[in-house]
């Protein structure tokens, strides 16, 4: 009994000392938690400024590492973009994909934002040269008020070699005014451009409308001006053997505005009117009829060489429709072929064949009557008319050869041209123009 009683008072006693040192421990860390507090105070109170600002200036820098890394994935994905564009110049397809894909992944709009950004430096460009030339306009002006012919001809050369030295450097033929929501035709190369102005000009050479395509702008005015277009143009005006625009022109469009050739976009038109005096009436005998009588010769002429002739009296709208077609559908539509030498042109005409059933008696009316076989020769001359070049043809000789069944041939000869017949105008057609079938080649 006396043990148990002694275990339980030193136990008793022990339990007594840990309350005491465990109050004292707590005792120690609350003042330390106070001289901490006040300790944080003070320099809270002595700085405060000093600690906003490191926390600005490390949020700064988390931002300015964020916008150096994203700068740094788009420079890679569009050094991955160019270097695709290089494979794929080269032949090496699977390289140039595996490139593309790298870039996509880095950044997915990578091509539209290559796009943008050589559309602001070209531009830059663009504004920097119009600037360029406006200096040296004023100062061309101020300089050279008065200045030759032969001194114009040459700023017109040097304008055209600048303006070519500036579409080269920029590497783009024109520029939109106002931003595109699709593809605009600043886009294409100058290969397709082209090639779309052969189709614009066609077998029928219609170079009026290559005209007006140049006054868009400085860009398509060298597209225009494509010395390959103009050659093809002379060649189908003059043949092969044109030979070339050196030492008379001073190039191939020279040669084919000065030297004189036919037109193609319209056709040309001759009015003859004359009186022809009536029979007298039963009733009066001393009343005489006189007619005035009117009509029109159109002539249509095509590059390859092939001509058509129509005599009538229709209206003028009804009787260039029917010389539309290079095959004609009227049967009164003379077709011949013409040949051009220096500025006169020579044609060859004959009646369509017309394939009908013929029945006996017809027969018989055709062995009785032989009409023969007729074929006209006309020669003109190419003229200027009112500042129009190649815009009149004037009479020079007309002559009818008829062939016979039974081998005989006979020659009519038309003289005395001197206002006998009112010479050919030219005038345009638009309906010829409308369509194309086919590029200049």
Known sequence: MSNIGGTSNDSDEGGDDQEASSFSNEHNVEDALTSFREQWQRELELSPKRDTSKTHSTWSVNTEEFKDDSQSIENKAKNLFLKGVEHEQNGK??????????????????EFRLYDSTKIKTRERFESDDNLESIENDARNTDNNEEDEEEEDKDERD???????IINRNQCVCFPQFEQMTTHISALPMEIILYILRWVVSLELDLRSLEMFSKVCRGFYISARDPEIWRLACIRVWGVNCGTYYPKYQSWRDMYVQRPRLRYNGCYISKTSYIRQGENSFQDQFYKHWHLVEYFRYLRFFPEGRVLMLTSTDEAQISVNSLKNRIPRNSSVLIGHY????????LVLKRQDTKTNNTSRRRRREALHDSGEQTFHAEFEIQ???????????WIRYNIFTVYRNGQESCDNAMNFNGRYPPFKFSRVKSYTQESEAPLQ
């Open 93 to 110: 397809l699977y390289e140039a994909i595996q490139s593309y894909k790298r870039a996509v992944q880095l950044v997915p709009d990578i």
């Open 159 to 165: 304008l055209f070699v600048k303006l070519s030295r």
């Open 339 to 346: 040949r051009l030498c220096d500025n006169c042109v020579t």
């Open 384 to 394: 200027n008319h009112h500042r129009r070049i190649n815009s009149q043809l004037s």
